[in-house]
């Protein structure tokens, strides 16, 4: 840096960066969201490989050049895709939370949140398919999906049975796999035939099996309300 510069930041007259106007950075991510939403579209009815950007850009009522100055690539947009799936399953599910019964009780309801977004539905079980190719863009996103949900969920069932609650012969490891494999399986037979099953139901049909009390919410939350008790008198 010059003296001269040096000076004239100290005066406040260095050039300064534009901020962009708040209305056009709301525009911006307007467009950036239905960007997305005629990609869900596209690429749920065609699949990743044969929907193009061109298909998605016509929905939106723009060029292929616009759509790209958004997101700079096909596989940049399918990843911002499968990145909005992921907030919103994050934001319904808590793998953190320490009792393993109520996380598994969240995915169950997250089976019934994903019947009211099908299109999402359709997109991921495209895409979990055609990604097992080591040359698809989201190959790598899928692997260390299934790694993460499968730790997440192996971690929810030691929980339930650090507590007592899981059922004799039931190994955590296991239950998890079993467990992300009816989620799947649930869904491709919901896509075909909603009418055939309730994926929440058959979820939660599933933990009941698995866990010792599984329905008894209401007494876990007075117990907890006791516990709670307890430890205030202690103090």
């Not at 192996?154 to 955590?172: I, Q």
Request: include cysteine.
């Amino acid at each position: 840096m010059t003296e001269t510069t040096t000076a004239a930041a100290r005066k406040g007259t260095a050039p300064t960066a534009t901020r962009k106007p708040r209305g056009e950075y709301a525009k911006s991510k307007e467009t950036r969201t239905a960007i997305l939403d005629a990609a869900l579209e596209v690429f749920a009815q065609s699949g990743y490989r044969a929907g193009s950007l061109r298909e998605v850009a016509e929905r939106v009522g723009m060029s292929e050049a616009g759509l790209l100055h958004h997101f700079r690539s096909k596989s940049a947009l399918l990843l911002a895709l499968l990145d909005h799936r992921d907030d919103l399953s994050r934001a319904r599910v808590d793998f953190d939370m320490p009792d393993g019964v109520e996380a598994l009780r969240a995915l169950a309801e997250l089976a019934r949140f994903n019947a009211s977004t099908p299109g999402i539905v359709e997109l991921y079980c495209v895409l979990s398919a055609e990604a097992t190719s080591p040359d698809h863009p989201a190959h790598q996103y899928f692997i260390n999906r299934y790694e993460y949900v499968r730790t997440s969920v192996t971690s929810s069932f030691e929980r339930v049975a650090a507590a007592g609650r899981l059922n004799d012969g039931v190994d955590p490891g296991r239950a998890a796999v079993a467990t992300i494999a009816l989620m799947d399986g649930l869904q491709v037979q919901w896509l075909l035939d909603p009418s055939c099953t309730d994926m929440a139901a058959a979820m939660h049909e599933c933990f009941r099996n698995l866990i010792r009390g599984y329905d008894l919410t209401g007494i876990e939350n007075a117990l907890d309300v006791l516990d709670a008790k307890a430890g205030t008198d202690a103090d």
